[in-house]
């Protein structure tokens, strides 16, 4: 099992970047793939970025393709989401979760068990 705290999150204006981090704790962080996920108000919870264990493979919502990059240190047990020029439909609640996959990420919100408590990003125009 592993345990997810997300941080980062915070009030930025349009065109700001954000990166948010997730820290990991339990056992063996490097075989879980993880991912991003965000809330809006009122909207159902929607994939942003995924990776694999290794960090070799990504994955990216074509809302943020080009914006947002995600990465991994698996020495520090830690997951990050670099954002950049961020816009106010950015603004959700985010959350990191994890999953057991060997080789590959998932953009499927219901195959990952374990989710951090997540972290408001309010962009403001």
């Known amino acids: 099992q592993v345990q997810l705290v997300e941080s980062g999150g915070g009030l930025v204006q349009a065109g700001a970047s954000l990166r948010l981090s997730c820290a990991a704790s339990g056992r063996s962080f490097s075989g879980y793939a993880m991912g991003w996920f965000r809330q809006a108000p009122g909207k159902e919870r929607e994939f942003v970025a995924a990776?694999?264990?290794?960090?070799?493979?990504?994955d990216y919502a074509d809302s943020v393709k080009g914006r947002f990059t995600i990465s991994r240190d698996n020495a520090k047990n830690t997951v990050y989401l670099q954002m950049n020029n961020l816009k106010p439909e950015d603004t959700a609640f985010y959350y990191c979760?994890?999953?057991?996959?060997?080789?590959?990420?998932?953009?499927?919100?219901?195959?990952?068990?374990?989710w951090g408590q997540g972290t408001q990003v309010t962009v403001s125009s």
């Open positions: 979760a994890a999953v057991r996959l060997f080789f590959s990420t998932s953009t499927s919100a219901g195959e990952y068990p374990y």
């Open positions: 990776i694999s264990r290794s960090g070799g493979t990504t």
